[in-house]
């Protein structure tokens, strides 16, 4: 057994969700409870997210200040606190496999949701957003009136979108895009020159579902790179990861989308082409939870360790052949905000690791949350929260004073800059960092 301060990397168990044992409900109390003893005898991630503090505020409080004092339904707020950031799991806990006590915080946090979900207990309209493509389909058609609409600055219909739909009047949220990325790279791959080809440097593109309908600027970015560095570049996107389902604990539907979206994507593998993923939280589906999630399909675990993000694939590049001449300087300095799902996904920062490929740029990292955690940023009942988590990121931000601010995940972007009101963060672009790159080669 690993012993508590060991170096050894943690290691995390399958998610059993179809086990009779995962969703009965004396078990699960019982290990909610056995969790939060052992985190309030810790607190080492008080300052992590609002879930440990709510947790330790309600032990502090109740009648014998242990965890046997708390009623189960106050569990709820912990839960609902949670947004599967996985930092807790990834960089502060101790007690993480392969150590006896065997904690794994964010996924007990999913399990009690998917309990709360068989109860019908989730509200209805994240689950109703999870619905990525089905909503993009509208989206998209429809893009030019919908971003009118979705607009902040349209108070009074986002006012009433709000009472309709409970998201918060204030949160800037993702415009469509006018067409597809997929639609973009039929229509514009052939004219993008491709230099200096690599022999055996064949690549597709997972466009996400982000990239494909609502930023395929960041796509674009990625298919010139690529090919200015003689990368053979496809493109697919058979449909989103399913991450959105995760957060709303519907197991079941991310597993549908796994076995969807790995079956086209082997075809690609097949014929020799790595795929790459274009955001943090896409990259980490299909490394590691589609695996935990069926540990059993080997095809699924052939994609992962097939699949690159796109600053990893980049670095790569540069660690063997060498990028391609052209790079010039920018003008002004990066804050690279490394995404939590960046930092679960075990590779380094690449982002920063690639952005230093550029001459004399100067660079800061910031690894704190942004605190947005998909619907969580969205909702008026927990957007307050998200904001609050946020804070302390968008200030490091700011102390930073650089001009650009860069992350891979596009949903920190939008929900750091939603914060700029409060910090008066002096980055003027918000970026993926492979448009930074793209930049530097004045593509």
Not at 19 to 43: A, S, Y
Not at 160 to 165: H, K, M, V, Y
Not at 186 to 198: D, L, V, W
């Amino acid at each position: 057994m690993n012993k508590e301060g060991s170096i050894q990397a943690p290691t995390r168990h399958p998610i059993d969700f179809n086990h009779p044992d995962f969703l009965d409900q004396k078990k699960l109390d019982d290990e909610m409870r056995r969790v939060f003893d052992i985190c309030h005898g810790c607190r080492r991630c008080f300052n992590l997210c609002d879930s440990f503090p709510k947790l330790f505020e309600m032990i502090d409080e109740s009648k014998n200040e242990d965890v046997d004092s708390l009623a189960s339904d106050k569990f709820n707020s912990v839960v609902d606190s949670c947004t599967l950031c996985d930092m807790c799991f990834m960089t502060k806990c101790p007690y993480v496999p392969p150590h006896e006590f065997d904690l794994d915080f964010p996924h007990l946090m999913l399990r009690h949701r998917m309990f709360q979900k068989k109860q019908n207990k989730l509200p209805l309209v994240p689950m109703q957003l999870a619905k990525m493509d089905r909503n993009a389909k509208i989206g998209i058609l429809f893009s030019q009136f919908v971003n009118w609409i979705l607009k902040s600055k349209n108070k009074i219909l986002r006012k009433i979108l709000e009472a309709i739909t409970g998201i918060d009047h204030k949160v800037i949220l993702p415009a469509y895009n006018s067409q597809t990325f997929t639609n973009y790279f039929k229509k514009s791959n052939n004219s993008i020159i491709r230099e200096k080809p690599f022999k055996n440097r064949k690549v597709v593109i997972y466009s996400t579902c982000f990239v494909n309908f609502n930023k395929k600027e960041t796509g674009i970015a990625a298919l010139k790179v690529l090919k200015k560095n003689g990368v053979e570049v496809k493109e697919a996107y058979p449909g989103c990861c399913g991450m959105p389902f995760l957060e709303q604990a519907d197991l079941q539907k991310v597993v549908d989308q796994a076995k969807k979206v790995s079956k086209d994507l082997l075809k690609w593998v097949d014929k020799g082409y790595r795929v790459i993923t274009l955001t943090a939280s896409c990259g980490l589906m299909l490394k590691f939870e589609w695996p935990l999630l069926v540990p059993g399909n080997q095809e699924i675990k052939r994609l992962s360790k097939n699949t690159s993000d796109i600053d990893e694939y980049v670095v790569d590049i540069s660690n063997n052949e060498g990028l391609v001449e052209g790079i010039q300087e920018i003008d002004g300095g990066v804050t690279v905000h490394h995404a939590c799902h960046a930092r679960a996904q075990n590779m380094g920062i690449k982002a920063r690791d690639m952005l230093k490929l550029i001459p004399n740029i100067k660079i800061d990292v910031v690894e704190r949350c942004a605190g947005h955690g998909g619907t969580f940023g969205v909702m008026k009942e927990t957007h307050n929260l998200a904001l609050k988590v946020g804070r302390p990121t968008s200030r490091q931000i700011k102390n930073k004073n650089n001009k650009y601010m860069a992350s891979d995940c596009p949903l920190a972007e939008k929900h750091l800059k939603q914060l700029e009101q409060d910090t008066k963060i002096s980055s003027n672009e918000t970026l993926h960092p492979i448009e930074l790159l793209a930049k530097a080669y004045k593509l």
